[in-house]
């Protein structure tokens, strides 16, 4: 089936330590995206690639970083710069930039321990 | 600033009931605007997409209305479920490649 495909699905990150959560997608879809989601608060977009080896910023990038080196994957990495990383991470792709359907994966738990 | 809201408090409804969800921006004028469903622990998936021409458009038992004057879309779901629980997310076309999302609303139908 097609789809987008996250992992792992529950993650632990000890202080200072980074962490890389993976997102694939077979839907050959161009765009990418990844996500924030915190209690009460609206998806906050982190990082987003329209091409492949190609990324920009979203609107919380600080701490974190992203690669885009194939299509169909686009990690991100929580650095130890990110002071407050504990979150549900959303990785989500579409057609293009277009402003087609987002599909969403099923979501990353990160806590900090 | 620019801002998308969603009623924060719960809907609670009994079952065949009409839900309606709002969500009122300010400070854009989106070219179309999305409704998506999100289940507790999973990614959101999406449920209608209405652009800034159209004023209502159905799909079975959802319907989304889009008034750019008032700045406002509500979200029906006729003859409501047990199983419409969840939490519903409006999302509106922000320009440059981005889409906003709003906290969600989330819905209780009773049996």
């Known amino acids: 089936d097609g789809g987008i495909t996250q992992s792992p699905k529950y993650l632990f990150r000890k202080e200072g330590q980074n962490v890389t959560l993976s997102c694939e997608q077979n839907?050959?879809?161009?765009?990418m995206y990844w996500y924030r989601q915190d209690p009460g608060q609206g998806l906050r977009l982190i990082y987003y690639s329209q091409i492949v080896n190609d990324f920009q910023k979203g609107d919380i990038a600080e701490g974190y970083s992203v690669s885009r080196e194939k299509k169909e994957s686009f990690p991100l990495t929580v650095t130890s710069a990110q002071k407050n990383p504990t979150a549900f991470y959303l990785c989500?792709?579409?057609?293009?930039?277009?402003?087609?359907?987002?599909?969403f994966g099923e979501g990353s738990w990160l806590t900090v321990v | 600033s620019q801002k998308i809201e969603q009623n924060s408090e719960a809907l609670n409804i009994q079952e065949g009931k009409t839900a309606t969800l709002t969500c009122n921006y300010t400070?854009?004028?989106?070219?179309?605007l999305q409704w998506y469903r999100q289940d507790p622990g999973r990614g959101p998936v999406f449920l209608l997409l209405?652009?800034?021409?159209?004023k209502e458009k159905r799909k079975e038992r959802l319907k989304v209305t889009f008034d750019t004057t008032l700045k406002q879309s509500l979200f029906h779901i006729t003859a409501s479920q047990p199983a419409d629980s969840a939490t519903y997310l409006c999302a509106l076309d922000a320009g440059g490649f981005k889409t906003i999302f709003g906290a969600g609303t989330r819905l209780f139908v009773k049996a």
């Open positions: 989500a792709s579409s057609i293009d930039r277009s402003g087609n359907t987002i599909y």
């Open positions: 209405i652009r800034e021409n159209e």
């Open positions: 839907l050959n879809h161009d765009a």
């Open positions: 400070n854009y004028s989106p070219a179309y």
